[in-house]
């Protein structure tokens, strides 16, 4: 499906520090970016305590003996409280979850433990991502492997061979949750600095000090058969997000000399209305076009923001069944500039 373009029939402003021209509404974002300690504090209660709580039963139905199927169901509902706990140390890593910035990086190094995540190394990537998101020209950082057809046509037969593999669901989404989670965040990402090293060393050995408490507590047995399919569903519950905020039919990609800010997020990011549950349990993170025009604007605040501004509310929406879909989407063809599935 296409999706709108409300930025082109909207008046302009001119923004002299980007050195763009941006929607006289644009400006109406920046009063949304308000964290509130209150409802900070509330939403990892309301996440954090459930999380422990599962946990403690999956831990008795084994020590119990009860059927592993019964572990499995548990996990698949703690797994939907783990994607939300990212998204909320996503929110920290952004500064926008507290007011104030001692409580953004205390928090967002307490969840990046719970989410086998180092703080400073993902923040690096990240906000990389956020700078070069929809820029063919900048491809590499925080993003889903996407070649362009005529990369494709012209690449070796191993080149096109690896990247099937990679595009494949069952590898980018079922293989890509344990390996991102337990291998890749083990180590820094690249042109990495001495702080982020040091965050992923520091989060690889509170990791190890958790697995030798749980060990020495209740069992290394117990501990990965809870937390390794806990892991792996949040991981691929979390990639298919991910997948979707930037990958869905009418998206936008763009040559650097030709990439415009306002286009990517509007165009390049997806509006993906989710059902209510699903929306709480990913706090909102399917309001991804206002998210990539406004990263400091929370999560609790970022629907209201959608729903006031005409312009972001009325971009055309992803549901969740034609959001399915978008997974035969494989190759960027720039003559068409519409992604398309392998020729």
Same mark, same amino acid.
């Given at each position: ?7 082109? =029939? ?13 929607p ?8 949304? %970016? ?7 504090? #509330?939403? !990892?209660? +309301? ?26 169901? !548990? ?14 140390f ?14 953004? &990086? ?21 906000? %990389? ?15 889903? #492997?996407?070649?362009?057809?005529t ?15 990679? /595009? ?11 390996? =991102?989670?337990?291998? /890749?965040?083990?180590?820094?990402? @690249? ?6 090293r040091?965050?992923?060393l520091?989060? +690889? ?11 020495? &507590?209740?069992?290394? @047995?117990?501990?990965?058969? $809870? ?11 979390? *990639? #298919? ?17 030709? #990439? ?9 990011? =997806? ?7 699903? /929306?709480?349990?990913?706090?909102n ?8 025009? +406004?990263?400091? $604007?929370?999560?609790?605040?970022i ?23 978008? *997974? ?16």
């Amino acid at each position: 499906m296409k999706t709108t373009r409300p930025a082109s =029939s909207s008046k302009t402003q001119t923004n002299t520090k980007a050195g763009r021209k941006w929607p006289t509404w644009h400006a109406g974002l920046s009063a949304y %970016r308000k964290p509130s300690t209150l409802t900070a504090v #509330w939403q !990892l209660v +309301n996440t954090f305590l459930p999380y422990c709580g599962l946990w403690f039963l999956m831990i008795q139905t084994i020590q119990r003996g009860y059927p592993y199927v019964t572990t499995l169901l !548990l996990s698949t509902i703690a797994a939907l409280f783990l994607v939300r706990l990212f998204i909320l140390f996503h929110d920290c890593v952004h500064g926008s979850l507290f007011p104030n910035k001692t409580a953004n &990086t205390f928090f967002g190094h307490a969840l990046g433990l719970l989410v086998f995540t180092p703080f400073d190394d993902w923040r690096f990537s990240h906000l %990389r991502h956020h700078t070069t998101y929809a820029n063919l020209d900048t491809r590499g950082f925080g993003d889903i #492997w996407t070649m362009t057809r005529t990369e494709y046509e012209e690449a070796g037969p191993a080149q096109r061979l690896s990247y099937r593999f990679y /595009r494949h669901p069952v590898v980018l989404i079922g293989l890509g949750a344990l390996f =991102s989670f337990l291998l /890749r965040f083990r180590l820094p990402a @690249r042109k990495s600095k001495r702080k982020e090293r040091v965050s992923v060393l520091f989060t +690889n050995l509170l990791i190890f000090l958790v697995v030798l408490a749980a060990s020495s &507590t209740i069992g290394w @047995r117990t501990y990965l058969l $809870i937390q390794l399919p806990v892991l792996w569903l949040a991981g691929a519950m979390g *990639i #298919w997000l991910f997948y979707v905020q930037h990958q869905f039919e009418g998206g936008y990609w763009a040559r650097k000399q030709d #990439w415009d800010p306002m286009r990517a997020a509007l165009e390049g990011s =997806s509006f993906y209305n989710l059902p209510p549950v699903l /929306r709480w349990f990913s706090a909102n993170i399917g309001y991804h076009h206002v998210h990539h025009l +406004n990263p400091r $604007i929370p999560n609790y605040c970022i629907k209201q923001c959608c729903e006031a501004i005409p312009a972001l509310r009325d971009k055309a929406s992803l549901s969740l069944g034609k959001s399915l879909s978008g *997974i035969h989407l494989k190759l960027w063809d720039e003559e068409r500039s519409e992604l398309v599935g392998f020729p």
